[in-house]
């Protein structure tokens, strides 16, 4: 994808969410916790297996097709492998529904969280909380704390970057819609524009081609696509996060969804009681440690 000045490109990308609207793991500045746990009449309709649902006695969750790794194994979310699919079931759990009773559904990353009305009842895709996406749907508290990272190939022009000024020099490419593209454009501000793809699959394959040096995702996805994917690439570092408040992937709903408070007050219960940091250490283990840019 050949990538447009930016005030143009960011201009088509805003005609692409409304046009989605009738029809973005990865945002920059996130914001406080959803919606506090429930209480009073909130409380009621928070009765287990009882929820307002788009389907009676049913839980549907949305996902991106293909659901890549670690996030979701073998691109099946209905597995419970993975972390968000592991995170998904504890939630629906909590909320009293048990695995037969969760009904996944496929919808594209930018969709999930474009305004309008949705098909689901949450959304687990990575998507980083963030006042702007916060204008069109809601989000639970935080599931996840991530981080951005960088990934080159070895013994390519990016491999040996150790700050943020080594990166301005280069050609970098992410995703449409994610906040690793926001990190390129707001905080390396690099000198060419970056490229933008419609899936990661399309910036992965960008980087093995050598049409950019090095390409922006969340920290687990870059430790697995160096693993398992681009073995010949490497992770060149992680950027800090911006401001106090660390970047976290929340639940997405529709705005004003009866059901943010109990889906959020499943997901501060999933964290007081340590179920998420389990989780994180079964399947996301290999996120560690990286260098970070500065």
Known sequence: M??????VRRALAAATVALLATAAGC?????????AAPSGSAA????????????????????????????????????????????????????????????????????????????????????????ERRKAVDFSSG?????QAVVALKGGKAAEATSIADLKKLKLGAQVGTT??????????????????????????????????AVVTDLPTAFYITA??????????????????PEQFGLVLDKGSALTPCVTAAVDA????????GLEKQWLSDAVDAPVLK
């Open 143 to 147: 599931y996840y704390d991530v981080r």
């Open 44 to 131: 009621k309709s928070c009765a287990k297996g009882k929820l307002a649902t788009k389907t009676s006695g049913k839980l549907t969750i949305a996902t991106d097709e293909p659901a890549y790794e670690p996030w979701f194994k073998d691109d099946k979310p209905a597995n419970g492998k993975g972390f968000e699919s592991a995170v998904a079931y504890a939630v629906a759990k909590r909320l009293g529904y048990d695995e037969s009773a969760v009904v996944w559904q496929s919808v594209p990353f930018n969709k999930a969280f474009a305004p309008g009305a949705k098909s689901f009842d949450f959304d687990i895709n990575q998507v980083s909380i963030s006042a």
């Open 228 to 245: 398992a994917e681009v073995t010949n690439a490497k992770i060149v570092g992680q950027f800090e996060n911006q401001g106090g408040t």
């Open 270 to 277: 999933l964290r007081k009681d340590g179920t998420l940091a």
């Open 180 to 213: 690793s593209l926001d990190y390129i454009d707001d905080v390396v501000q690099p000198e060419q524009e970056a490229a933008v793809y419609a899936k990661n699959d399309q910036a992965k394959s960008a980087l093995k081609n050598g049409q950019v040096d």
């Open 2 to 7: 050949h990538p447009a000045p930016r005030a």
């Open 27 to 35: 945002a920059p500045q996130p914001e406080e916790k959803a919606s």
